[in-house]
């Protein structure tokens, strides 16, 4: 296996063998839409997204390796999303991710990598109206004058991080814990099923308590990448990130 410092330099080198160690073969982001207003910018900003991954695969000459594994999950649903909160997607993000099945153990120990760390699980992107005018900003000014693409308005989206907590603890949210709760609940009898829905009313009411004081916390003001002291990140770093 290449030396330390060789992986961590190639984004794409990790992406590889974070598959083979893992055993998940998919990457790339969830993206949450968060604003309705406009469904055809939506979809240019998708596009153009979609279009720099494209583009920095085939500069790097990974595109017929990696592109093929590259799933974009877009989460839309008008009724809760729109206007939502980094908050609320942080928690619907972690909800989500207790249904998807993701592996507890890694496959094989090319790397320390354990599936819920890969960055599929533990970022999601977050659009916004704010965010979804910033493509309007770049395409306009991209008139193919530029020499690099820094040079223009840059498209920007925010990460979330879902460990993050506004005083710094690990996510009270285990995500492991997560999931062993529903491989349990899914073996339970169906006579234990009334008992756990009384236990479950009373751990809710705890957790919208201890809910509101977070998010109070929450939007009060935190880093760009939640749980992260990283101020900034361009467009197109932020795509390969997702190795």
């Not at 460990?163 to 073996?187: C, H, S, V």
């Amino acid at each position: 296996m290449a030396d330390d410092a060789d992986y961590d330099r190639d984004a794409y080198k990790r992406t590889c063998l974070n598959m083979l160690s893992t055993g998940v073969h998919k990457w790339g982001f969830v993206i949450y839409r968060c604003t309705y207003d406009d469904d055809e910018l939506w979809n240019r900003y998708l596009a153009q997204l979609k279009s720099f991954c494209h583009d920095e695969l085939v500069e790097e000459r990974r595109a017929e390796l990696l592109e093929q594994y590259l799933d974009w999950v877009v989460i839309e649903d008008r009724a809760t999303l729109d206007n939502a909160s980094r908050f609320e997607v942080r928690k619907h993000f972690n909800q989500w991710l207790s249904g998807q099945n993701i592996p507890t153990f890694p496959a094989k120990a090319y790397t320390n990598t354990s599936p819920i760390e890969l960055p599929r699980f533990r970022y999601c992107l977050y659009v916004d109206k704010q965010c979804l005018n910033t493509v309007t900003q770049f395409q306009e000014a991209n008139d193919g004058t530029a020499l690099f693409l820094s040079q223009l308005p840059p498209m920007v989206f925010a990460i979330i991080d879902r460990t993050w907590t506004p005083n710094g603890t690990e996510d009270q949210f285990d995500i492991y814990k997560a999931l062993m709760k529903k491989k349990e609940e899914d073996r339970k009898e169906q006579g234990d099923e009334e008992q756990d829905d009384d236990e479950e009313d009373e751990d809710e009411e705890d957790d919208d308590e201890e809910d509101d004081d977070e998010e109070d916390e929450y939007e009060r003001g935190y880093p760009i990448i939640d749980g992260s002291d990283r101020r900034s990140m361009p467009t197109l770093m932020s795509c390969q990130s997702s190795a």
